[in-house]
């Protein structure tokens, strides 16, 4: 039994495997941290990118470029999307939806809610239909984008998702009115 002791003594003091038993045990919990924080950083860059190009694109439709240049629903989602810098899935209009419409005033604007979940929230709809409607010289107009964007990380007490299919909606809206 003495053997047995004073292998288990030295194995006790021995600690040059220390490190690794520390990283091991830290690994996950820092790791989780970096992704979670990856991922927090590519979704607000995401929907900052969605605002500004919904910002840009409403500016051809302000100032009469848009109608002037015969622009219809797919050169307006055009104009849009050449401004996402390829983060975005232009092509697929489940993910994108894009509304152009003129309201009577500012204060009568009040974008409805873009998508519509069943009672268990285990499936959701668009209701947003998309349209595109500039209005002409002082209409009021508001343009609403929307976009399904997706979330890589789910973990218990970190989800970014919004939506059942592990999305996060993302909306960018601008009220304006046309110049004269």
């Known amino acids: 039994m ?23 045990i830290l690994a996950l919990p820092f790791f989780t941290l970096i992704f979670a924080t990856l991922e927090t950083a590519m979704v607000f860059f995401a929907g900052q990118v969605l605002d500004s190009a919904v910002n840009d694109s ?10 002037a240049g015969g622009y219809d629903a797919n ?6 999307c050449t401004r996402l810098y390829g983060m975005f899935d232009c092509n697929d209009h489940n993910k994108l939806r894009i509304k152009v419409s003129v309201v009577s005033s500012f204060s009568t604007a009040n974008p409805a809610p873009p998508i519509t979940c069943n009672p268990s929230n285990t499936a959701c709809s668009w209701t947003v239909v998309q349209s595109y ?4 010289n002082s209409s009021v107009v508001m343009v609403e ?17 919004t939506m059942p299919d592990g999305t996060r909606l993302l909306a960018a809206v601008r009220l304006f009115q046309n110049e004269p």
């Open 133 to 136: 409607t500039p209005g002409t």
């Open 145 to 161: 984008a929307y976009y399904k964007w997706p979330t890589m990380i789910s973990l218990p007490g970190f989800d970014l998702a």
């Open 2 to 24: 003495s053997p047995a002791i004073g292998r288990g003594r030295r194995f006790a003091r021995d600690d040059r495997a220390a490190t690794a038993i520390e990283f091991g």
């Open 58 to 67: 409403s500016r051809l439709i302000r100032t009469g470029q848009a109608q």
């Open 75 to 80: 050169a307006y989602r055009a104009a849009i």
